[in-house]
């Protein structure tokens, strides 16, 4: 079966950066589009970001536009997310979500079939 593993996650200062990787297992990779969603407490899981299987096109929630850049490697079965200037406000468990096809990247998470057990970010201020 397909399995997601988070890590990278960490306690930062505000201002910070962090990169987060998601390693895919047990699928074709580069048959799957990949997404980023958070969820903080009390919260709903949302997107943060999303790329195509074919990384040609890619997604970023108005919040994280400019500071978080989302990217994968297909040789390595690995997506990423890069973290630069965070907030408190981006204190969340980041989860890495995968769903089977083509297509552009989806920002649903209804819409994606597998994920991580997710990994903590906190940014202090």
């Known amino acids: 079966q397909v399995q997601l593993v988070e890590s990278g996650g960490g306690l930062v200062q505000a201002g910070g950066s962090l990169r987060l990787s998601c390693a895919v297992s047990?699928?074709?990779?580069?048959?799957?589009?990949m997404g980023w969603f958070r969820q903080a407490p009390g919260k709903q899981r949302d997107v943060v970001a999303a790329?195509?299987?074919?990384?040609?096109?890619?997604y970023y929630a108005d919040s994280v536009k400019g500071r978080f850049t989302i990217s994968r490697d297909n040789a390595k079965n690995t997506v990423y997310l890069h973290l630069n200037n965070l907030k408190p406000e981006d204190t969340a468990v980041y989860y890495c979500?995968?769903?089977?096809?083509?297509?552009?990247?989806?920002?649903?998470?209804?819409?994606?079939?597998?994920w991580g057990q997710g990994t903590q970010v906190t940014v202090s201020s």
């Open positions: 047990g699928g074709t990779f580069s048959r799957y589009g």
């Open positions: 790329i195509s299987w074919s990384t040609t096109e890619t």
């Open positions: 979500g995968a769903f089977a096809g083509y297509g552009p990247p989806r920002p649903r998470a209804y819409e994606y079939d597998y």
